[in-house]
């Protein structure tokens, strides 16, 4: 069997570095910054990259090439680099392929730094950035110039979790000769593949559900393997390089990304319909809820709904606060895609400095909530969520 062939868990478990010469089953941390060179020669036709190998590890290290290969097999993708972060990933892959003057069009809402990246520092090298409305599909093509270069989404959206035409988005992007960007942290590769429907590029923040137990920060980048060799020489000279230690943790993460994810969905489901049915709850957003205003899109481009559930608390930014004091079991904590359960109430807390205007637009209503179902039994997280709600 060829080994494109296997399966997803399959390639999650069995894409691996040859073994050493101590036969280990499992793929050892290689704690080195640098490698050694057999002669002259063989260290000249390394650094003129005549020779395919491992140099020092702000370019390469055998445990970041496992974590990266493994993705690209879940992605679909030809190539990618790993980051220490998921801001280092976003940041590195806009620098590495923008020039001053270029124009990105961007989904309206993005995640709170890639959304400061775009309004506070890219401004600087005179790159502007035009956001679409998210519930206008059919205005993105009039954002786009003359000196537009990249096309940017995330779906689902975050916080509010909307979902965006991937195909769609694919379209313009090849109609205008664009490059499209998806940040796939929400759904991660083994619910959405965005290469599939077009995407040229993928990024993921790994400190979220790829490693899925809140230990480790890591990010990567994947996709088209020209665009990656810009982004790895950009990279490699200013070196947001993720470290063995954690690129180790992570690609042993991926190994049950699978098994988990369906976990968290099925937990999250559950707490959707729980929520829907609670009467201090005006409306809930979950892609594999009938009422999502996107469910037929969620349906075409995701095979499960994701573990973020947002609902609109009754009440407002009183009642979001006052919830948000009562819950005894779940965390207040700012990361997401944890074994524990995570409640966030982005206007009292996070985003409580903005004026009402300023959280719409980034889709922040005053009563919004949401919720990182975790891998807790079920009925225990319901149990906390009903008693703080009432
Ligand atoms: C968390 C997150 C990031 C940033 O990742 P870090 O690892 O925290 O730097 C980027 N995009 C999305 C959608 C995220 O949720």
């Known amino acids: 069997m060829n080994d494109s062939e296997y399966g997803f868990e399959t390639q999650a478990i069995r894409t691996q570095l040859e073994r050493t010469q101590f036969q280990e089953h499992s793929v050892p941390l290689y704690l080195t910054s640098s490698f050694v060179f057999e002669d002259a020669e063989d260290m000249r036709a390394s650094f003129t990259e005549e020779k395919e190998r491992n140099i020092y590890s702000r370019f390469s290290n055998p445990n970041t090439t ?23 990933a976003v940041y590195s892959t806009f620098a590495a392929l923008l020039n001053a ?63 965006i035409d991937l195909e769609l988005l694919g379209a313009i992007a090849k109609k205008h000769n664009l490059i499209l960007i998806i940040d796939n942290c929400f759904a991660t590769p083994y619910i959405q593949q965005p290469i599939k429907f077009g995407a040229h590029l993928v990024i993921h923040s790994a400190t979220k559900l790829i490693d899925g137990q809140g230990r480790v920060l890591g990010g990567v980048t994947v996709g ?81 709904g994701g573990n973020i559930v947002a609902f609109e608390i009754k009440g407002g930014i009183e009642a979001g606060r006052k919830f948000l004091n009562n819950i005894k079991l779940c ?24 004026s009402v205007e300023e959280r719409l637009a980034v889709s922040i209503t005053d009563g919004l909530v949401r919720i990182s179902v975790g891998l807790e039994t079920v009925k225990d997280v319901i149990a906390d969520l009903e008693q703080a709600l009432n």
């Open 101 to 163: 003057g270029d124009h990105i069009v961007s989904a309206g809402s993005v995640f709170g730094s890639t959304h400061a990246l775009f309004v506070n520092y890219f401004p600087k090298w005179n790159i502007q950035t035009t956001y679409f409305d998210i519930n206008k599909p059919e205005t993105i093509e009039s954002c786009i110039q003359p000196n537009t270069k990249i096309l940017y989404a995330e779906s689902p959206t975050n916080p509010a979790i909307d979902i």
């Open 66 to 88: 496992e974590f990266v290969d493994k993705i690209c097999k879940m992605e679909g993708a030809e190539a990618g680099y790993a980051f220490a972060t998921g801001m280092a």
């Open 331 to 354: 965390s207040l904590s700012a990361n997401l895609g944890d074994t524990r359960t995570i409640v966030t109430h982005p206007a009292s807390t996070t985003h409580s400095k903005l």
């Open 224 to 304: 088209r393997e020209d665009l990656i060799r810009e982004i790895y020489l950009f990279s490699r000279n200013t070196g947001p390089a993720l470290s063995p230690f954690n690129a180790w943790v992570l690609s042993k993460s991926l190994e049950t990304l699978a098994v988990r994810l369906d976990r968290h969905c099925e937990n999250a489901l559950k707490v959707a319909e729980f929520l829907e049915s609670h009467p201090n709850v005006n409306t809930v957003k979950y892609p594999f809820l009938k009422s999502h205003p996107q469910y037929e899109i969620a349906k075409k481009q995701m095979i499960l």
